[in-house]
């Protein structure tokens, strides 16, 4: 197993268990809110067509490019072709 396999399943153990701590130490009503927004958000993702999910998911790459942009924290385009090697 790679270590990136590694470390992810090491992760999502660990948020399963915080996740279980958090369900036994809050009331119902709290907890079954937060999962319900998290599967409702997953069903509508998995109802989206190919082009509508790689459209959001563009919008929201130049959403966080923007604000990169504002703090002053982005790379010229020559740095930006290096690291994806072109």
């Known amino acids: 197993m790679s270590s990136f396999t590694e470390e992810n399943e090491r992760e999502r153990l660990e948020f399963v ?3 279980a701590e958090y369900v036994r130490t809050h009331p119902d009503q ?3 809110h937060q999962q319900n927004l998290i599967i409702n958000s997953a069903l509508q ?5 190919k082009e509508h999910y790689l ?13 990169r942009v ?12 290096k690291r994806v090697g072109l």
Do not use: I
């Not at 459209?55 to 604000?67: G, I, N």
């Open 17 to 19: 268990r915080k996740w």
């Open 70 to 81: 504002k703090k002053g924290r982005y790379v010229t385009l020559k740095e930006a072709k």
């Open 45 to 49: 993702t998995a109802s989206m067509s």
């Open 55 to 67: 459209s959001m998911k563009t919008m929201k790459a130049v959403d966080e490019a923007r604000e």
């Open 30 to 32: 709290e907890w079954s």
